[in-house]
Each structure stands twice: as structure tokens, then as C-alpha cells.
């Protein structure tokens, strides 16, 4: 029709007044890029002082993607988006995401990959195929290293060697893992891709992961198979750098 239309593509965790974390994939090929912060209600009138402006878009260099029954699975799927004005951090529905940075947060520490639970937050669908209408927390999801959730995507696609092939390429000890809750019909979803796996540590979450792909089924959420995400600890120095500045150290 010519028209422009805008629709929610991805999710995203806020990190400065001016920067936000998302996943690769999600603006790889955006001409132009909006977020919308706080708690959105997708039933409900946009109220348009929640949507901003993208100034640039970072998005890693190396990040690759291969296209997957209609989808996409990339590698290095991170990206971060600079926006034209500062967000009002005293705003009570906005939330600024804990990294997991050395010396500052020894979160990162104490995280037992494989062991501990993650909570995944999203505006993705929900388990009957539907899309939500308002943010997803989807808690008590066991964390799965890159190892295990490489074997176990491979078996879930009943070994198929195309998986094999694009698993090859895209995990790594750059990526991490989460598995649904079936009993509490808690998992990854579609429209979930950027959001962020968080870890619960002394009354805080600290975001461990970035949501980047996984396995569905019909438009159904799978709370059996694993969804990988970014592995948000191997990037924390190119993180810091585009928000500080390239002269940006880690004490």
C-alpha cells in the first residue's frame, strides 16, 4: 500500500537515560528504529511521550545470521541502540538493568551456570499462540550452558544436520541458555527476541543474557526445548565502551 506501519518487533532492557540493549537480529536491517518504553499494554492507546527516537544503532561486528524456516539464528546476536534524547529515569515504569560487571557486581560471580534459575522478560507471545498484551516474566527457568543446549537443540530438531550446521556456527562460549517451565507454562517466545534473562541475586536481577533464538512449534511456545541467548559477561567491555566511550577501562 505504500503506507508506514509500525509494529513491535522486539524486545529490549534499558541500560543509561540513553542506551538500550537488544538483540542483533532485531535491527540488523531496520530503516528506522523506535522504542517504546514503560509497562506497555498493547490494549490500551499508545501514549506517544513513551516512544523514542534512535539516534544510531551499535550492532556487533561480528555478528553474522543465517535464515532458519523463516526465522533467523545469528551469531553474536547483540546490539545497542543510542537514543536522541535521555530517558526519565525517575519515571516509576522504567527500569534500568544490573550488568554484570567485575569488581562492581559480584553477581556475576556467584552465578552457577546449569544450577541456578533465570527469569526471562519479553513482549512475546503467550502459551496459547496469542501475543501478549503486556510484559512477560517468565520465572524459574533453569539455566543451561551453551555445551548441553547445543546437544539438546540438535535432538530437538530430531538431529537434523541443518541444525547441526547453524548451531555449529552460532553457539559458543559467547552464548547461554535457558529451558521452559512446563508446569508453569514459562518459556521463551516468539517475540521475546531481545529481552533479557535475568539472574536473582541479593534483591536484584542481574541481566545475564539477551534472548536470541530457539525452537517453536506452530506458532506454540516449546517449554521442552532451550532458548539461546547472548551471553551477556563476553561483552561487557564493547557494552561499556559505546556507553562511556572508547577510553572506557574496567578498574
Given at each position: 500500500?505504500?503506507?508506514?506501519s509500525?509494529?513491535?518487533?522486539?524486545?529490549?532492557?534499558?541500560?543509561t537515560?540513553?542506551?538500550?540493549?537488544?538483540?542483533?537480529?532485531?535491527?540488523?536491517?531496520?530503516?528506522?528504529?523506535?522504542v517504546?518504553t514503560?509497562?506497555?499494554?498493547?490494549r490500551e492507546?499508545?501514549?506517544r511521550s513513551?516512544?523514542?527516537k534512535?539516534?544510531?544503532?551499535?550492532?556487533?561486528?561480528?555478528y553474522k545470521?543465517?535464515?532458519?524456516?523463516?526465522s533467523?539464528v545469528?551469531?553474536?546476536?547483540?546490539?545497542i541502540l543510542?537514543?536522541?534524547?535521555?530517558?526519565?529515569?525517575s519515571?516509576?515504569e522504567?527500569g534500568?538493568?544490573?550488568?554484570?560487571?567485575?569488581?562492581e557486581?559480584?553477581?556475576?560471580?556467584?552465578?552457577r551456570?546449569?544450577k541456578?534459575?533465570v527469569?526471562i522478560?519479553?513482549y512475546?507471545?503467550?502459551?496459547?499462540?496469542?501475543?501478549?498484551?503486556?510484559?512477560?516474566?517468565?520465572?524459574d527457568?533453569?539455566s543451561?550452558?551453551?555445551?548441553n543446549?547445543?546437544?539438546?537443540?540438535?535432538?530437538?530438531f530430531?538431529?537434523?544436520s541443518?541444525?547441526?550446521?547453524l548451531?555449529?556456527?552460532?553457539?559458543?562460549?559467547?552464548s547461554?541458555c535457558s529451558?521452559?517451565?512446563?508446569?508453569?507454562?514459562?518459556?521463551?517466545?516468539?517475540?521475546?527476541?531481545?529481552g533479557?534473562?535475568?539472574?536473582?541475586e541479593?534483591?536484584?536481577?542481574?541481566?545475564?543474557?539477551?534472548?536470541?533464538?530457539g525452537k517453536v512449534?506452530?506458532?506454540?511456545?516449546d517449554?521442552?526445548?532451550?532458548?539461546?541467548?547472548?551471553?551477556?559477561?563476553v561483552?561487557?567491555?564493547w557494552?561499556?565502551?559505546?556507553?562511556?566511550?572508547?577510553?572506557?577501562?574496567?578498574?
Amino acid at each position: 500500500s505504500g503506507k508506514k506501519s509500525e509494529s513491535i518487533a522486539c524486545s529490549g532492557q534499558i541500560l543509561t537515560e540513553k542506551f538500550v540493549i537488544t538483540a542483533g537480529h532485531c535491527v540488523n536491517k531496520a530503516i528506522q528504529m523506535l522504542v517504546i518504553t514503560g509497562y506497555l499494554d498493547l490494549r490500551e492507546i499508545l501514549d506517544r511521550s513513551h516512544v523514542h527516537k534512535v539516534k544510531k544503532i551499535y550492532i556487533h561486528s561480528d555478528y553474522k545470521e543465517w535464515s532458519l524456516l523463516q526465522s533467523i539464528v545469528a551469531e553474536n546476536d547483540i546490539s545497542i541502540l543510542e537514543l536522541f534524547s535521555p530517558l526519565k529515569l525517575s519515571d516509576p515504569e522504567i527500569g534500568v538493568a544490573c550488568l554484570p560487571i567485575p569488581n562492581e557486581n559480584v553477581s556475576s560471580i556467584n552465578f552457577r551456570m546449569g544450577k541456578d534459575f533465570v527469569t526471562i522478560l519479553g513482549y512475546g507471545t503467550t502459551n496459547n499462540g496469542a501475543r501478549s498484551c503486556c510484559l512477560r516474566y517468565a520465572k524459574d527457568l533453569r539455566s543451561m550452558g551453551w555445551r548441553n543446549c547445543k546437544k539438546r537443540l540438535f535432538r530437538d530438531f530430531h538431529f537434523s544436520s541443518v541444525i547441526k550446521y547453524l548451531t555449529d556456527k552460532t553457539m559458543n562460549s559467547n552464548s547461554v541458555c535457558s529451558i521452559g517451565n512446563e508446569k508453569h507454562k514459562a518459556t521463551s517466545c516468539i517475540g521475546d527476541s531481545g529481552g533479557g534473562m535475568y539472574f536473582l541475586e541479593d534483591d536484584r536481577y542481574v541481566l545475564m543474557g539477551v534472548t536470541s533464538y530457539g525452537k517453536v512449534s506452530h506458532a506454540m511456545c516449546d517449554y521442552q526445548s532451550p532458548f539461546v541467548s547472548a551471553n551477556i559477561r563476553v561483552y561487557i567491555d564493547w557494552i561499556l565502551k559505546i556507553i562511556h566511550g572508547d577510553n572506557f577501562e574496567i578498574q
